[in-house]
């Protein structure tokens, strides 16, 4: 999912946090979970789950795969 500047990755703290990309997801599928993050000013591709086992999997594969950061060029993060 393509990720707008501005918009929050899941529910913030106080009035007028609540609108996220999260939210909207699970209006279509309930069960949708979150993978990695994207800070509120930063725009860039998420990646959600459908499942906890598909969750636990490419999380790791953010983590320690291709590194914390999708977006940094592959000389960056060891050519993943």
């Given at each position: 999912?393509?990720?707008?500047?501005?918009?929050?990755?899941?529910?913030?703290?106080?009035?007028?946090?609540?609108?996220?990309?999260?939210?909207?997801?699970?209006?279509?599928s309930p069960d949708?979970?979150?993978?990695?993050?994207?800070?509120?000013?930063?725009?860039?591709?998420?990646?959600?789950?459908?499942?906890?086992?598909?969750?636990?999997?490419?999380?790791?594969?953010?983590?320690?795969?291709?590194?914390?950061?999708?977006?940094?060029?592959?000389?960056?993060?060891?050519?993943?």
């Amino acid at each position: 999912m393509n990720k707008p500047t501005g918009l929050l990755r899941m529910p913030g703290r106080g009035a007028g946090l609540a609108d996220c990309l999260l939210c909207l997801l699970r209006a279509f599928s309930p069960d949708i979970l979150l993978v990695h993050r994207l800070d509120r000013d930063t725009s860039g591709v998420m990646v959600f789950a459908l499942t906890s086992h598909a969750q636990r999997h490419m999380s790791y594969a953010v983590r320690n795969v291709c590194g914390a950061d999708l977006g940094a060029p592959d000389a960056w993060r060891g050519g993943c």
